[in-house]
């Protein structure tokens, strides 16, 4: 069933739409005053993903508050490794860390995929909410971390600097972490999938850390697996197509690359042209982005004339949904926020 | 006068070479225990920087050790804002700050371009003790880094993890930072052109944070720069050419760009493919770079695997410098950077 705002969907399809579409990466986080209530109620990051309701609630929070024409599931990346058994915490200040991060031959041979509808009931449960409170409004859009990029933190332990322990392994022992991402890719198609049949009406999967790596070690250990993945992907469900997002943060250089792999359409972070981004593609599949996060700390008219300048850049007809190039800071002040979809959906009518 | 291994120079130049010659970022660093000596005599990182007896040890150390192609003059990014009077110290494990950020317009518009004879003597000191030490056996690199990265310092007061303050300032003020980067433009085209004039067979200027920009601010901000100083250059000394090396972390994608504002190179990151590089860039200019620090970690089999791919990868006749597409990580076994050396000069033989 087709949501009542579809340009979004539509847009993902490159099917005509009256404006550019716009979500925003990390809509429903901490730049939002009642976001923070709802945590603080939550007690920890964590109890705030593993609850249901408060998942839904927080989901919806941007939504009332700025006309976006798409929601996200409200979780984390990291719920896969979680239910692997690693262990996930967060540290006061310090971001995910895992009590057992992966290092030790046999954990990695022992390592399998979760089963979605047991050990990930809590994500499925909360997609299955958020679609009866969301009333077919607008779309759903589900995500999942990459294969690579859940084996950064999973491998580290943590975020890190230089992934020199990740890295480590894929120079020393490929063979390993080739093991780990064969899993990994397994999981995130699965729980992909599982979101999918609970109501997710579009998918993202976040690739954070694949542009840390080289050109060959991104196709072999990052590229390879993100192929793997969306070819296993349910792509129509309910008698709609669910269209499907790669972002590969930092992977401008390799856009051709990733757009060949079978996605609908790309992320782009803010370094890449959007218009050269599109002639380099074809114009064969959508594109996502891209305006930097930053910008949202000047003001209205400097938002609105980089809005300009990316709807331009971008060009005529279908095929863009608008968002920024990475998630949004926490510091952001809210009212620009409304600036930014405002700006989106009044200056790119004329380009529709 | 030639230096009598002039491998490096040549390359630079697109002149046949018997093999790449190779350098390293930060060779002369905190993974060798004899630097770690100095600096510890030193008292801190600033004092050793500002004694041009210490910075002619410590320069020479990788050269002592490994069959390095060039040495790098000693020194920190960020010397001329300190001549400027912004107060530079390094806050005991938290990098470079400034005592007195650039953040009040009335200061803005009072900066001025420091005179490198008076204010960066110490620099210039360096220059040719080095010079004397080397005795003319390999070429001598001097370095600045870009006006962009140093206003990013000077408006953030230090690193950043998101650049907000100097991105406002970019978004908002426009007018404001183009003035810091004209002042900051003259600095560094007179700095590198003192220390050419003080010995420096050629000279790499480190946009260190250039990339972090949109494709449009990255042009208007930072490359507009670069073309500036690039252009002031004197590109003959003492009867020979100095050649010029531009690097951009992260700016792989925009190559073609960087490639034509007049550098005789370019620095690449570990990201960008660099036989792609060489297509895009038509074989006008040389390349720099660019294996990823952390293979380093692994071991001289894989060391020398990943040597190997990237000469295969660049292919066949000169215009390559070897080097890592990031500085050294301070944590690298000192033997893997011989392995590192050692690979580059035997397997290189076979592409020239």
Known sequence: MKPKNDTFLRALLKQPVPYTPIWIMRQAGRYLPEYNQTRTRAGNFLNLCKNPDMATEVTLQPIARFGLDAAILFSDILTIPDAMGLGLYFAEGEGPKFERPLREEWAIRDLTAPDPDTHLRYVLDAVSQIRKALNNEIPLIGFSGSPFTLACYMVEGGGSDDFRTVKTMLYQRPELLHHILQVNAKAVTDYLNAQIQAGAQAVQIFDTWGGMLSSAAYEEFSLAYLRQVVSGLLRDHDGERVPCIVFTKS???????????????????????????????????SLQGNMDPMVLFSGPDAIRKEVQRILVSYGSGSGHVFNLGHGISQFTPPEHVAALVDAVHELSRAFH
Do not use: M, N, Q
């Open 251 to 285: 992977g401008g250089i390799w856009l051709e690359k990733i757009a060949a792999i079978g996605c609908d359409a790309v992320g782009l972070d803010w370094t890449c042209d959007i218009g050269e981004a599109r002639k380099r593609v074809g114009g064969k599949i």
